[in-house]
């Protein structure tokens, strides 16, 4: 097997890629302000026992392709299997696996994280198995120091509003050099047509501490949870809109909807639509008024195969891309909120690569705001089936050809597994490759201090401004 093409100049292919790496981007803190992990288990400074846990644990990306190399799903999600076994099944897909992401993501993690320079394969896999395993079971490589280890300086977890938090809390009281911030995600009191929506009413309402009879007490209820998000250090709120999402009723239609499910009855998709156009843009309000950031992931379709949901559930490799159609949607939703000044930075991010010059072109209808907000409407970057090299070039691309590149706020992981953030480095290397290439070509002046503050800047301090860090 070949070894270290994890070089000093990956993917870095001309001399001002290279500069503008190593000057400026290398050593920049990680603002990670989307990520699924799990707060629980960064208070409790978990340490792993070997790769398979760590790398196989929960990471849909690996099980989707070690299911498209042909391994028994015993060997991906199943119980009782060996764990060396299902890592020697990773080994084998890895080998197999030219072109995915993933092939550079796991060799970016050996490296960074265990300073293992070789190939991962059937020659390499017992060696690497075991100088992992020794590593990992130390203290040196317990989930912080994971954290530390990647200059990780903020992570905005996912969270519920019904959450109490509690290990946010802790994590405050004893981690002085990672903040670890909640996100507010309201998508089960947005999803109104879904099976658990009554169920969760009442949770929120007991979280609330008030009974939620109304669609104005509904509003309240959440925004009284905000508010407790708010006090543990909140900036960012997400929304997964998966399908339509806006009508344009009055409010009287809206309390009907409420009523009706909340007796038990089902509702229509547009009835739903209407629902959740209408929370979105009382939330929103909300958030402007706040001062939060919000997110838009827009574009997913979950759990497609039904005999795979119905053996392991959800969020488990069954979900892939939408193509539905929303512009206009989209619009009226923003302008519902833009038409009283009171639409709150907002991020907008396409799963399908279609919609990428779409959200490019509509976040400039917004842009227009008193406070000196530079992109306040963002096109978010490359997300879950487009955070490989080809998709991070084109969501660069689409916001340079409409927008201004200079004020992105840079990449994220989107993961629920500790060894994520070379993902970080990926995409700096990605941007300053780029870049490089454009001025390498004689495109733009290759004046070195100021593309190096732009790089800084879409790297790290953009989004410690933009979210008020």
């Known amino acids: 097997m070949t070894s270290g093409f994890i070089n000093y100049n990956f993917i870095l292919q001309n001399d001002t890629a290279r500069t503008l790496y190593h000057d400026y981007a290398e050593k920049l803190p990680i603002i990670d302000f989307h990520n699924h992990l799990n707060p629980q288990e960064i208070y409790e400074d978990k340490t792993y026992h070997n790769l398979t846990e760590v790398w196989l644990g929960g990471d849909h990306y690996k099980w989707r392709a070690m299911r498209a190399n042909g391994i028994s799903e015993k060997l991906i999600t199943g119980p009782g299997s060996e764990a060396y076994d299902k890592y020697l099944a990773y080994a084998d897909t890895i080998e197999a696996a030219f072109g995915n992401p993933l092939y550079h993501w796991t060799h970016l993690e050996l490296k960074r994280y265990f300073d293992i320079d070789e190939t991962l394969g059937a020659d390499t896999a017992e060696k690497i198995w075991n100088e992992a395993k020794k590593k990992l079971m130390t203290r040196e490589y317990s989930v912080q120091n994971l ?134 843009k009382e939330l929103g309000v909300i ?37 539905f159609n929303y512009a206009a949607q989209l619009a009226e939703l923003l302008n519902s909120m833009d038409k009283e000044d009171r639409l ?22 917004f842009q227009g705001n008193e406070e000196g907000i530079k992109s306040k409407i963002q096109l978010g970057s490359a997300w879950w089936f487009q955070d490989h090299m080809n998709g991070m070039r084109n969501q660069l691309e689409a916001l340079s050809d409409v927008g201004l590149l200079s004020g992105f706020i840079g990449m994220l ?31 733009y002046p290759k004046d070195i201090a100021r593309l190096g503050k732009m790089v800084e800047d879409i790297c790290y301090y953009n989004a410690k401004r933009y979210f008020r860090l």
Request: hydrophobic share 40%; charged share 30%.
């Open 147 to 280: 954290l530390r280890k990647q200059n990780v300086e903020v992570l905005c977890t996912t969270d519920d509003p019904a959450d109490d938090l509690v290990w946010h809390k802790k994590i405050r009281e004893s981690v002085d050099d990672i903040k670890v911030i909640p996100s507010f995600r309201p998508g089960n009191a947005l999803d109104i047509e879904k099976y658990n929506f009554l169920p969760y009413m009442k949770r929120l309402s007991a979280a609330a501490g008030m009974e939620i009879n109304s669609f104005d007490e509904l509003v309240a209820a959440l925004k009284n949870r905000l508010e407790f998000f708010i006090e543990n250090g909140c900036r960012v709120t997400d929304h997964s809109l998966e399908c339509d999402f806006y009508r344009d009723v009055d409010k009287a239609e809206i309390e009907r909807i409420f009523k009706k499910r909340l007796g038990g009855e089902e509702v229509t998709e547009d009835e739903a639509a209407a629902f959740r156009g209408r929370l979105m």
């Open 413 to 443: 992981t989107d993961s629920r597994s500790f060894l994520s953030f070379p993902r970080h480095e990926y995409f700096r290397r990605i941007l300053c490759n780029m870049i490089g290439e454009k001025v390498e070509a004689g495109f």
């Open 344 to 365: 709150p930075r907002t991020i907008l991010y396409a799963l399908n690569p279609k919609d990428m010059p779409m959200l490019a072109a509509m976040a400039g209808n």
């Open 287 to 323: 958030y402007a008024d706040k001062g939060l950031a919000m997110q838009l992931h827009i574009g997913a379709l979950r759990n497609v195969s039904e005999r795979m949901f119905d053996r392991i559930g959800a969020d488990t490799g069954y979900d892939c891309l939408n193509d």
